[in-house]
C-alpha cells in the first residue's frame, strides 16, 4: 500500500513538473515525463474524432433521447365513449335475445299457480308486466345471463319453493291471530343464485298483489355518492339521504302502482307541504319525489298507511347485507363515520329484519348476502353461524371470540336471525335446467345423464352460476 | 491386474507341476481378482469418502497366491518317487490365461466366453428383441471399474451384443449356464425389482392415492358415489376459478366416464393452482386404479399415470436465471 501511494505521488509530481514550463529545463524529472503512470489523457483523447463512440452508459444513468417523443405519433382515431357511456353499458340490463329460440311449452307464473309447490323443479317464465316491476325496482343484475334467453325464466328450486311457502305462511293467518312477518338472510356459496333467489321472491310478491320495496344494493347505501342531511329532533342523530329516498319513492311507485293508486290516504301525515284531499297513495309518494328534501317524510307516511289495518302484505329486499353491517363512508359534524344504522334507510330495514318491528299486514323480509363484493363482516358471519347451529339443533352453538372486535349494533340486529341456505341444485332441478338451455339454443349438447352429472360436478355439485357459465357461456 | 495374473499364473503352474511337464491355457478358478489400487484411491475428493460410494464399486474378490517352498516341494517330488526329477526352479511361469499381456485379460477372456457359449446356443430357437425379457445391462463405466481395465466402447458394445443375442433365446429353453453367464453383465437392479404395495379399498369402502405435480402433492380418497368432489373442504367450483382447472382435477374420471360414479376427497398443499389441479389428476387416477385396475391402459391413453417430473429449474451462479446470461457490457 505504502509503496503504491508512493509511486502515485511520483507520477503527480512529474506531472506538477511539467505544468510549470519555468522550472522544467532544469528540472531533474522532465526526462521521466513520458513515462506517466496513468494513462487515462491519452484514452480520453479519442484519435478517430467520432462522437458516440465513447463507452456505453452505465446502467441506470439517464440519458437524453431526443428520437423517444416522436415514436408512435399515430394518434388513435376511434372515438371515445362519451362520458357516462361506459358506466351506462356496464349497468345495462338485456333482457332478451332475439338469437335465442323460444322454448316451447314454457308456462309463465301466474297469480294462482306462483306459490305452488308442485312448481319444483320446472322452468317457469315471468310474465309482461312482473318484468317491469322487477326492473324498476331493479332486481335484475348486468352479471345474471338474462340476455341470453328470449324472454325471463327462472328455474324453480327447492329453496325457491321454500321462499314460496313463506309467502304463503305471512298471507294466511290462522284465525284470529295477527299475521306473520317472516324474514330469513340468504347465505351460500358465491354464484349460488342469492340474488336470483331474491328476484323470485320479489317476483312472486308481484304476482301476488304484494307491496315490492327492494333495496338493489347495500353498497349504494353507504358508499357515500348520495347526498345527506342529518333528520330534525333525532336522538341521537339520524341521517336522511334525500335523493336516493327520492328514488326509492319512485321504484315504488313504478313497481306498485295499481295498488298504491288503489289505496287512499286514511291517516293524516304531517308534511311541509299541503295534500290535496282524498289523495291516494301514489300521489303522496308523487310528492315526495317532486320534493326530495321531503322524500324522509313522505316515505315515512306512506309506511305508516301501509301498515294500517287491512293494506297488503309488504317484501322488503336488501341485496348486498354484509355493506350496512358497520360503518358507512359519511361523516358527521364531529368527523367520525356515521354508522350505517344511523342512516334512515338502512335503520328501517334492519328494524324490520331483525324483528325490532313487526309488519301488521303480514310480509317477508329477505336480505341477500354477497360473497362477490362484501366487506368482512365480523358480526354477520357470526351471527349466519350460530343462525345455522341453531337450525341444525346444534347441542353447542359457537362462542363469540371475546377478545375479537365486534360491531355491536350488528351484532344486536342480528341476535335471533333465521337463515335460508341456498345451496346447490340437485342433479334434477340441472337437468331440468339444462334442458331449458338446450331448448333455447344455448346449449348444443345431447342433455343426458351422462352429461348432466359431468356439468353438475364441475361447477361444485351444482352451483347454478357456475353450471350457467359451463354449459352456456363457456362453449368450447 | 497383471500381478492378480500373475499369482493365479503361479498358483496354477504349481498345482499342476506333478501332472504335465508345462502347465498353460488351463484357466484356474476365477477367485483372484482384484484391483491394484485401494478402492478409496478412486475419489477425487478432500472430504472423507463415504460407505455408499465405496461399496458401489463393485469389485471382484480378490486372494493372493500362497508362496511356494521349492524345497519342500523337491522333496516331496523325491519322496513320491517320481522318475522325473524336475527342479522346479528352472520352470518358466506361463500366465493362466493367453490373453494376459493383452493388456485387457480380464475383458478379453470375457469375449471368448461369451463367443463360445454362443456359438454352443447358438441352434436354440429365440424371440424377437421386443418379446425377451426386459434387462438392464452394465453400463461401459460400470464394467470399466468392475474389471479395472480400459475397455474401449465399440469392444464393449460388441460383447453387449453377444450378450443381448443370448438373452434373446426363448425363455422356456434358455440353458442354466447361460443364465449364469448373463448375470455378470446384469445391472443389481433390474427395472421391475421394485414392485409398489397394491393400493387397497378399506372397510369405509375408500381407495388412497398421492399425486405430485410441481411442488404441489395431492392425496385423494375415493369412495362409491354420485360425482362429489370436496378439495379441502371446498367444493371443486370453490377451489379452482378456472374451469380448466376444475376439470384437470377430475380428468381421470371424467376420460373414463366414471364422474358420476365416485366422490373424491382430496387434499391438496404447495405449489400454485395449476400444480395443485394437476396433482389431483395423478392422486385421482391412482386412487381409481385401486378401485379398477382394468382401467389402467384407459388412464395411461388419457395421460393420468405418468408422473411429469419437470420441475423449475435452479438458478445458476453468474447467470442471471437458469439460463439467462447477463447482458454484455464494454467495460
Known amino acids: 500500500m505504502a509503496s503504491s501511494t508512493c509511486l502515485r505521488r511520483f507520477s503527480q509530481l512529474s506531472l506538477d513538473r511539467a505544468t510549470q514550463p519555468a522550472f522544467a529545463p532544469r528540472s531533474l524529472l522532465a526526462a521521466t515525463q513520458a513515462s506517466c503512470f496513468s494513462t487515462s489523457a491519452a484514452r480520453h483523447a479519442n484519435p478517430t474524432g467520432k462522437k458516440g463512440m465513447g463507452a456505453a452508459p452505465k446502467r441506470g444513468t439517464k440519458t437524453l433521447n431526443v428520437k423517444k417523443g416522436r415514436k408512435d405519433t399515430v394518434k388513435d382515431l376511434s372515438k371515445k365513449p362519451s362520458p357516462g357511456d361506459r358506466k351506462a353499458m356496464r349497468k345495462r340490463i338485456v333482457l332478451s ?14 297469480k294462482d299457480n306462483a ?33 341470453l334467453f328470449r324472454r325471463p325464466a327462472t328455474l324453480m328450486r327447492k329453496e325457491t319453493i ?23 338472510i340468504l347465505t351460500g356459496q358465491r354464484m349460488s343464485g342469492k340474488s336470483t333467489l331474491i328476484l323470485q321472491g320479489l317476483a312472486m310478491g308481484v304476482l301476488r298483489d304484494w307491496v315490492v320495496i327492494h333495496l338493489p344494493e347495500g353498497q349504494d347505501l353507504v358508499n357515500a355518492h348520495t347526498e345527506y342531511a342529518p333528520l330534525p329532533g333525532s336522538q341521537p342523530t339520524q341521517y336522511t339521504q334525500d335523493l ?24 293524516n301525515p304531517s308534511l311541509p307541504f299541503p295534500l290535496p284531499a282524498n289523495s291516494n297513495l301514489k300521489q303522496l309518494a308523487d310528492l315526495g319525489i317532486i320534493n326530495p328534501e321531503a322524500s324522509w317524510p313522505v316515505f315515512a307516511a306512506l309506511w305508516k298507511e301501509l301498515t294500517q289495518p287491512g293494506r297488503p302484505p309488504i317484501m322488503l329486499g336488501l341485496d348486498g347485507l354484509s355493506h350496512v353491517m358497520g360503518e358507512s363512508q359519511y361523516m358527521s359534524a364531529e368527523v367520525k363515520r356515521i354508522h350505517a344504522f344511523d342512516l334512515t334507510i338502512v335503520r328501517h330495514f334492519i328494524d324490520h329484519l331483525s324483528g325490532k318491528v313487526a309488519l301488521p299486514n303480514g310480509g317477508l323480509v329477505l336480505a341477500a348476502t354477497t360473497k362477490s363484493n362484501s366487506p368482512t363482516s365480523p358480526a354477520l358471519d357470526f351471527s349466519i353461524q350460530v343462525a345455522e347451529a341453531r337450525q341444525n339443533k346444534a347441542s353447542d352453538l359457537p362462542q363469540w371470540n371475546p377478545y375479537a372486535n365486534v360491531d355491536q349494533r350488528a351484532m344486536e340486529a342480528l341476535k335471533d336471525i333465521e337463515v335460508l341456505k341456498v345451496g346447490g341444485m340437485s342433479k334434477e332441478e340441472a337437468r ?21 352429472t359431468e356439468k353438475w360436478s364441475l361447477a361444485g355439485m351444482g352451483n347454478i352460476g357456475e353450471l350457467e357459465r359451463a354449459s352456456v357461456r363457456l362453449r368450447v | 491386474m497383471a500381478q492378480e495374473g500373475l499369482s493365479r499364473a503361479l498358483r496354477g503352474t504349481f498345482r499342476s507341476i506333478g501332472a504335465a511337464p508345462r502347465p498353460q491355457c488351463q484357466r484356474a478358478i476365477r477367485q483372484a481378482r482384484r484391483a491394484l489400487l485401494p478402492s478409496t484411491a478412486r475419489c477425487i475428493s478432500s472430504t472423507a469418502p463415504r460407505p455408499a460410494e465405496l461399496i458401489s464399486e463393485t469389485r471382484e474378490p480378490f486372494t493372493a497366491a500362497p508362496p511356494i517352498n521349492f524345497d519342500a516341494q523337491d522333496a516331496a517330488q523325491g519322496a513320491r518317487g517320481r522318475d522325473v526329477k524336475v527342479i522346479l526352479k528352472n520352470l518358466r511361469v506361463v500366465p493362466a490365461s493367453p490373453s494376459y499381456f493383452s493388456a485387457k485379460p480380464t475383458f478379453n477372456d470375457d469375449y471368448i466366453k461369451l463367443t463360445a457359449l454362443l456359438r454352443k446356443v447358438a441352434t436354440l430357437p429365440t424371440v424377437p428383441n421386443s418379446e425377451a425379457p426386459k434387462v438392464a445391462w452394465k453400463g461401459i463405466d460400470e464394467y470399466r471399474i468392475m474389471t479395472n481395465e480400459p475397455v474401449k466402447t465399440q469392444r464393449f458394445h460388441k460383447m453387449l451384443h453377444i450378450v443381448r443375442r443370448l438373452n434373446t433365446i426363448h425363455p422356456s429353453l434358455m440353458p442354466e449356464e447361460v443364465t449364469i ?19 387397497v379399498i378399506d372397510e369405509l369402502g375408500r381407495a388412497k392415492g398421492v399425486g405430485r405435480r410441481k411442488t404441489s402433492s395431492a392425496v385423494a380418497w375415493l369412495v362409491d358415489g354420485e360425482g362429489e368432489v370436496l378439495i379441502n373442504g371446498k367444493t371443486l367450483a370453490e377451489f379452482f376459478g378456472r374451469l380448466h382447472d376444475r376439470e384437470s382435477a377430475v380428468w381421470a374420471l371424467k376420460a373414463t366416464h366414471r364422474l358420476d360414479k365416485y366422490n373424491v376427497w382430496g387434499l391438496v398443499q404447495g405449489g400454485g393452482v395449476t400444480g395443485q389441479a394437476e396433482a389431483l389428476t395423478l392422486a385421482v387416477a391412482k386412487a381409481l386404479l385401486v378401485h379398477e385396475p ?38
Not at chain 1, 321454500?162 to 330469513?184: D, N
Not at chain 1, 331440468?432 to 348432466?452: C, H, N, P, T
Not at chain 2, 453367464?181 to 393400493?199: H, I, T
Request: a positive charge; proline letters at 5%; charged letters at 30%.
Open chain 1, 97 to 110: 335475445n332475439n338469437n335465442a329460440l323460444e322454448v316451447p311449452g314454457l308456462k309463465d307464473l301466474e
Open chain 1, 115 to 147: 306459490l305452488d309447490p308442485s312448481n319444483e323443479g320446472k322452468v317457469m317464465g315471468l310474465a309482461e308486466n312482473v318484468v317491469d316491476a322487477l326492473r324498476a325496482v331493479e332486481a335484475f343484475k348486468p352479471s345474471q345471463g338474462w340476455s
Open chain 1, 162 to 184: 321454500q321462499v314460496a311457502q313463506l309467502l304463503k305462511e305471512a298471507e294466511e293467518a290462522p284465525e284470529g291471530q295477527a299475521k306473520k312477518t317472516l324474514r330469513r
Open chain 1, 244 to 267: 336516493y329516498t327520492a328514488n326509492l319513492l319512485s321504484q315504488i311507485i313504478k313497481a306498485n302502482e295499481k295498488i298504491l293508486a288503489s289505496i287512499n290516504i286514511n291517516t
Open chain 1, 432 to 452: 331440468s335446467i339444462m334442458e331449458y338451455y338446450a331448448a333455447s339454443g344455448m346449449l348444443r349438447a345431447k342433455v343426458d345423464e351422462g352429461f348432466v
Open chain 2, 181 to 199: 453367464a448373463m448375470q455378470r453383465y446384469k445391472k443389481a437392479s433390474q427395472p421391475g425389482d421394485v414392485k409398489p404395495n397394491p393400493g
Open chain 2, 294 to 331: 382394468a382401467l389402467k391402459p384407459a388412464l395411461r391413453r388419457a395421460g393420468c399415470v405418468t408422473r411429469d417430473m419437470r420441475k423449475v429449474e435452479r438458478k445458476k451462479a453468474g447467470h442471471v436465471k437458469a439460463r439467462k446470461m447477463p447482458a454484455w457490457v464494454k467495460r
